[in-house]
């Protein structure tokens, strides 16, 4: 069996007529700007909660990111879906960390920081990304609210089961080369549509060599790639990582625990319904050139000579243009994707004793509280406000506009973020994802740039 054939068959209540199953949820999160609606109408049809144990909140999609926060956001309306998310949470009885816990942060950094994703656990959000949490070996993907609600009433989901593949990254990643780099390096040759109706297992000498944080970046991609999930297999890393934390298993159980986690395995002679294999050792950074993740390049390299004259005409660029060098107005770092502390001190780095370009509106928000701590301990915020960026608040953010905070009508931005589509961070915005690395180097530049040997 596949390591995603294993942890389905252990959560399979029954089969259904039509080809579905019926499947175990182990962990529900709900975010503010859906959360409300999906307790409010579960309340309106007679129902409760189950089991709100398993159900967890935050405040992280519209919140405010500005020092001094509270609830008033620049949304339009956008303080009710975070008083009435409070309200639903507090009658049904689930966790919430809301808006100044210690503990908020984006739903897909503070599951993990808190241990409620485990390996082998099923885990959703109303929130295409929450693919993140595969890193630790467990089957978490996005749903919409209605599936919400299903799943809060009963602890289960009717599905139907994805078919498998494995995407194995072979030999070691190039200095200055980060996961962001290999999730659009294989988006790009494979196309945004290339893992449609799978569940992807991340797999190879390459993966294994990342951190907990470079493999949730990765798996956090595989949505961009179609993909129902993307998942590694645990190891030690992961146990090392989850041991202790708040919601993991103690003592006995933990023992207990571990011994299960170590089955989590693709068998040695599994068969994955497509095979993908790319060699890490001819990646290079990556940047976006359009409006989809596919739409991305080297970062020495050119629009394509038949790139859609629509995507031109939206993101400006010519056929057959270098992408690097290219001004921008702003830099963006945080989101799901790339908010960590790995990726504050990626960025960090490179930033250390310098300014960024005259006239760049360079922004930095960690992915959760807890992050923002650590960074400031080790003193990144002032490397990060000496340069001249923002220094934020955790939260979404500008990842997504919904009608509040953006760069400006037009703006062109490099950006951490996972989407580049059009008008995602604003109206008519330009968005260039890259890594952290990438992004500090180009905000360092005032143009887009190449991150190697910018330190």
Known sequence: MTLFDRIWRSHVIAALPGGADLVAIDRIFLHERTGAAAL????????????????????????????????????PGGQAFI???????????????????????????????????????TLIAP??????????GALAWGIGSSEAEHAMATGTLRLKKPRTMRVTFTGRLPEGVTPKDMAL?????????????????????????????GRMTLCNMATEFAAMTG???????????????????QGGDWDAALAHWRTLASDPDAVFDREIVIDAATLAPMISWGTSPEHAVAIDGHVPADAEARVLSYIDLAAGA??????????????????????????????????????IKAICVPGSSRVKR?????????????????????????????????????????????RNFESRQGPNVKTHIASPATVAASALAGRIADPRGAC
């Open 40 to 75: 409010n109408a579960l309340a309106a049809a007679g129902r409760s909660v189950a089991d709100p144990a398993r159900v967890f909140a935050v405040t992280d999609h519209i919140v405010d990111t500005r020092p001094g926060r509270t609830d008033q956001t620049l949304m």
């Open 83 to 121: 008083t009435e998310t409070r309200a639903a949470t507090r009658a049904a009885g689930i966790t919430l960390f809301d808006v100044n816990d210690p503990d908020q942060g984006i739903v897909h950094v503070i599951s993990p920081e808190l241990g409620i994703v485990l390996p082998g656990a």
């Open 127 to 136: 929130d295409s990304h929450t693919c993140t949490q595969g890193a630790f």
């Open 185 to 213: 390096a294989l988006i790009a040759r494979h196309g945004a549509g290339g893992g449609a109706g799978h569940a992807v297992e991340f797999a190879g000498d390459a993966v294994r060599a990342l951190d907990m944080e």
């Open 231 to 249: 998942m590694i297999a645990p190891d030690d890393k992961t146990f090392a990582w989850l041991e202790g934390r708040r919601y993991a298993p």
């Open 322 to 359: 270098p992408v690097a060098g290219t001004p921008i107005d702003a830099a963006f770092i945080g989101s799901c994707t790339n908010s960590r502390l790995s990726d504050l001190r990626q960025a960090a780095a490179i930033l250390k004793g310098k300014r960024v370009a005259d006239g």
């Open 374 to 418: 650590e960074a400031e301990a080790e003193g990144l915020d002032r490397i990060f406000t000496d340069a001249g960026f923002e220094w934020r608040e955790s939260g979404c953010s500008m990842c997504f506009f919904a009608g509040g905070e953006s760069f400006g009508p037009g703006a062109r931005v490099a950006s951490t973020t996972n």
